[in-house]
């Protein structure tokens, strides 16, 4: 089951999500089981996150790039 203040940091956009991971880098982010139809993650890192079951249709993925982080 999801981290549920992993989803409520990820739906404040890439740039806290982000400046979160950087200052959480050790831990994997558990969005398992969570609904990301639709969804636009451009450019937050979604390295080493956990997504067992999660709904990824038509989630935007193409768009991240590891530079930076």
């Known amino acids: 089951m999801a981290n ?5 940091i990820l739906k ?3 740039s806290a ?3 979160w991971r950087r200052g959480n880098s050790t831990v994997w982010p ?3 089981e969570t609904n990301l139809t639709n ?3 451009a450019n937050a890192n979604l390295n080493k996150i956990k997504l067992k079951k999660a709904k990824l249709r038509k989630t935007n ?3 991240f ?3 930076g982080f």
Not at 4 to 8: G, L, Q, R, S, V
């Open 4 to 8: 549920t203040k992993h989803i409520e």
């Open 12 to 14: 404040q956009g890439p």
């Open 17 to 19: 999500w982000n400046q």
């Open 30 to 32: 558990d969005l398992s």
């Open 39 to 41: 969804a636009n993650p």
């Open 61 to 63: 993925l193409e768009l």
């Open 65 to 67: 790039s590891p530079a």
